[in-house]
């Protein structure tokens, strides 16, 4: 059974820093590229960033550029979003999403984590 549990979030007053975690499993997490989406109210869900399976390339929405970093370990298979300097304007929830196309695509979604960036 293939499970994405985020954890992590909560309110942060702008400025400040969070860390997201998805724990993974029911499947070969190192296969798979990671991804960090999020969900505002009455917006449509956007990519935030994206890890390559090895964790040797990422790449990161223009909004959140310098400010969020995502990372993994295949090890524990988890994946991260460490969260600085945050805006009110990242209010979302946040999702965890795993990828992989080996002749389909097989797409796996966590349940989202609220993060609320209010003084």
């Known amino acids: 059974q293939v499970q994405l549990v985020e954890s992590g979030g909560g309110l942060v007053q702008p400025g400040g820093s969070l860390r997201l975690s998805c724990a993974a499993s029911?499947?070969?997490?190192?296969?798979?590229?990671m991804s960090w989406y999020r969900q505002a109210p009455g917006k449509e869900r956007e990519l935030v960033a994206v890890?390559?399976?090895?964790?040797?390339?990422?790449n990161y929405a223009d909004s959140v550029k310098g400010r969020f970093s995502i990372s993994r370990d295949n090890a524990k298979n988890t994946v991260y979003l460490q969260m600085n300097s945050l805006k009110p304007e990242d209010t979302a929830v946040y999702f965890c999403?795993?990828?992989?196309?080996?002749?389909?695509?097989?797409?796996?979604w966590g349940q989202g984590t609220q993060v609320t960036v209010s003084s």
């Open positions: 999403n795993a990828f992989l196309y080996s002749g389909y695509a097989r797409n796996y």
């Open positions: 029911g499947f070969t997490f190192s296969t798979y590229a």
């Open positions: 890890i390559t399976s090895a964790g040797g390339s990422t």
